[in-house]
């Protein structure tokens, strides 16, 4: 998530990541992330029993790193640790975090000397895709085939929402666990709304004219990002619009690099109506902004509609007025012969959470991934996050907060209408590149054609590349 990205982010979302690093060490991860046959350290291994189904060591120590962004961490501190810790008295949980996870782990990924369970998030994450070719990235299956820490009869996999396990898997195995449920939308303030009594668009004419509401009203930016580290906030929000357009296999197509992809009619209209919003509705000052600038000039009423995935409530949690009331809403229609209808929705499992396959605990890290998937883990996780997880039935019984319960509704307007692309979490370079480009089409007088242009020649270029692992969906 941004220094906030699911993956990241998105993910999230975002989620995202390739050359194994977006940082100049990144040449180091290539060169020495070990070879697949280096094997691991001094695992530690227990006995396996009902009660200890993936045999964890009770007495040995585990390292757990997380990103410091959007989420924070005391979901972290405050419940999973504390949860294993019930489990294993005898363990020692070696917890740090960060909010430059490349910069920091890259070394010991170099020496074959990583922690056990990574939160790779941020926009300094690790390039997801290279990690899993390396084979520094444990395999998860018996993860998910375990029981559930507190749902009786139930294995871990039979608790999560479907497509949990597929967003994490690397040409048929399971490597990563994506845990933030993250609905990406536009979000505003309820409070704004309703005193101008304004209502969320639904076709793109309907924006354009409450654009101009906003800018009639004295907002300064009726639109914003940043564009300093949240470009792909933007990039999100223009396929989300050809996903519209021509359907959802427009995003599969442009995760199977197939030729042409970048070019289809559905992206260059999506590229060409957004490039009109920037070049009309944004503050140009805003190119070289941080997420949580910009976030914060929306939380000041100086910003009306902000790009972002549901992550965003909590990470103002801080600045926002207690009476701003996040709200989501869906990306409009784009044209009256969308494919999809104007509640279709971009959401996914996001924020990557993964298990080092050299790390000195393997078993510990897939253990500790247990407790994030209990019920009772998941739940905690919303409490202290305003995020949903992908543990179903968890938040039964809470009050959400404003932006929660919005998106919650807004997923089941949606319907089957939700979907999501994994390329960016695939190939960091083009993850790269589409920052860089989109921020020309937004801020810089950039063109559709020159966008797709871009994006179909690195999307080329990575298909083209031997060192490159590909995957598929």
């Keep these: 998530m941004s220094d906030s990205d699911l993956t990241r982010r998105s993910v999230l979302r975002r989620t995202a990541a390739v050359g194994l690093l977006a940082t100049p060490a990144a040449g180091l991860l290539t060169a020495c992330v070990g070879a697949k046959d280096d094997g691991p350290t001094d695992q530690a291994e227990g006995q396996v029993t009902a009660e200890n189904p993936l045999g964890v060591k009770e007495d040995a120590p585990v390292e757990v790193v997380i990103f410091n962004g959007g989420l924070g961490t005391k979901y972290a501190t405050d419940a999973h640790i504390p949860s294993y810790k019930k489990k294993f008295p005898k363990a020692d949980v070696k917890f740090s975090q960060t909010e430059e996870i490349s910069t920091i782990l890259t070394p010991r990924f170099s020496s074959n000397t990583p922690p056990d369970m990574v939160n790779n998030a941020g926009s300094k994450l690790m390039d997801q895709g290279r990690l899993v070719s390396a084979g520094q990235v444990a395999e998860l299956t018996d993860l998910f085939d375990a029981p559930s820490l507190d749902v009786p009869g139930k294995k871990v996999k039979d608790t999560l929402i479907p497509g949990t396990i597929e967003a994490g898997t690397y040409n048929g195995k399971p490597y990563v666990l994506n845990y933030a449920y993250t609905v990406f939308g536009l979000w505003y303030s309820g409070k704004l709304f309703a005193e101008k009594k304004w209502t969320p668009p639904t076709t793109w004419s309907e924006f354009t004219s409450l654009l101009d509401a906003m800018r009639a009203a004295g907002i300064t930016a009726p639109y914003a990002y940043a564009g300093a580290n949240a470009a792909y906030y933007q990039y999100l929000v223009i396929l989300t ?32 109506l957004w490039g009109e919003i920037g070049a009309k509705y944004t503050d140009k000052s805003h190119l070289g902004l941080k997420h949580t600038e910009v976030q914060l000039q929306q939380n000041q009423y100086k910003v009306g509609f902000y790009p972002s995935g549901s992550w965003l409530e909590n990470e103002q949690a801080k600045d ?152 598929n969906r």
């Design 320 to 471: 926002t007025p207690p009476d701003f009331k996040y709200q989501l809403a869906p990306l409009p229609s784009a044209t009256s012969a969308d494919k999809l209808k104007p509640t279709a929705l971009y959401a996914a499992p996001g924020e990557m959470y993964f298990v080092a396959a050299k790390g000195k605990n393997v078993r510990g890290g897939k253990e500790y991934l247990r407790h994030m998937l209990s019920k009772e883990g998941a739940r905690k996780f919303t409490e202290l996050t305003k995020v949903l997880t992908v543990v179903q039935g968890s938040t039964e019984g809470l009050t959400l907060s404003p932006g929660t319960e919005s998106a919650n509704k807004a997923l089941t307007a949606a319907g089957t209408e939700i979907f999501n692309f994994r390329w960016d979490a695939w190939y960091k370079k083009m993850d790269d590149e589409c920052r860089t480009a989109t921020n020309e089409l937004m801020f810089q007088g950039g063109t559709a054609d020159k966008f797709c242009d871009r994006m179909q020649a690195i999307a080329d270029a990575v298909k083209a590349d031997s060192s490159i692992e590909k995957f």
């Design 241 to 272: 619009t050809a996903a519209k357009i021509g359907g959802p296999d427009v995003l599969k197509n442009i995760d199977n690099l197939e030729a042409g992809a970048w070019k289809v009619d559905a992206v260059r209209t999506a590229a060409r």
